[in-house]
């Protein structure tokens, strides 16, 4: 477990991004991509999973299990931020791995992408978005609270402008 103790300027930069436009932008997307995702996989996808082969109805299974994992990991670490932004939560409880994303399907990706072609156009698309938006919630994610551990600035303020530069693209 890592130290909650987190610097003044770390918990800041945290403050900043759950304030942001950038955060509001992502929380909605998320928001709406697992709205999205339910209401597909609940509905049109259920129907297109029917007539699918047994190996593309297996690897349906196992893609919607992948997308859902995602999509929840998402949504729970911008939920933590929403309750940093509201004071609900200390930025340096934000802190903890638990609340941390993890890159662990590099091998599963590889294994999922073999049965791809069988899949539900839908599924594919959605799953998609969700990487996407996993992978940039992940950068955010290290650049804040991993990579921000290992390099205190000389000048807080100015690792901070540069910290907030980057987590925004700029």
């Known amino acids: 477990m890592q130290d909650t103790q987190s610097p003044d300027w770390r918990d800041d930069v945290i403050q900043d991004f759950a304030r942001s436009e950038l955060f509001e932008r992502t929380f909605q997307e998320g928001m709406e991509l697992v709205e999205e995702t339910a209401s597909y996989l609940d509905g049109e996808g259920r129907q297109e999973s029917k007539l699918l082969s047994r190996n593309a109805a297996l690897a349906y299974a196992a893609e919607s299990m992948r997308l859902t994992t995602r999509l929840m990991q998402v949504a729970s670490w911008l939920l933590v931020q929403r309750a940093v932004r509201e004071g609900d939560m200390a930025p340096a409880a934000a802190c903890e791995d638990r609340y941390r994303l993890n890159a662990d399907d590099a091998a599963k990706a590889a294994e999922a992408e073999a049965a791809r072609g069988e899949l539900p156009r839908g599924l594919t698309r959605l799953a998609d978005r969700a990487e996407r938006l996993y992978e940039r919630v992940r950068h955010l ?30």
Do not use: C, H, I
């Open 141 to 170: 994610d290290r650049r804040m609270y991993l990579e921000s551990q290992t390099e205190e600035p000389a000048n807080p303020v100015l690792g901070q402008l540069d910290r907030l530069k980057s987590a925004f693209g700029g």
